[in-house]
């Protein structure tokens, strides 16, 4: 059963890769715009310490957030396990194994 989970979103992830592809094309492109604006920030003097400070947390929390994104393309995939573990096609554990 395990092993079926496994080849199951296997297969999503090649037919489907946008939610992967798409966050790591956002993730690349919001960290490269923060990285020009903070552009004179990188030399080591103490008046640029909070602009590192800034970026830091910029380059941190924008990706950290397009994972709510996912929340809404996953959800589907949610009720779809969620109707085959009560239709007892698969079990929680297997989908939990082969899902992390």
Request: one cysteine or more; proline letters at 2%.
């Amino acid at each position: 059963e395990i092993g079926v989970m496994f080849r199951r979103h296997t297969t999503l992830i090649l037919r489907d890769p946008v939610l992967y592809l798409g966050r790591c094309l956002i993730f690349l492109v919001a960290n490269m715009v923060f990285g020009f604006v903070y552009w004179n920030g990188r030399e080591y003097t103490q008046d640029q310490a909070v602009n590192k400070l800034w970026v830091s947390i910029w380059f941190v929390g924008v990706p950290s957030n397009m994972g709510v994104v996912a929340v809404y393309a996953l959800n589907d995939e949610f009720k779809n396990i969620l109707g085959e573990t009560k239709n007892g096609m698969v079990s929680a554990i297997s989908y939990i194994l082969a899902k992390t």
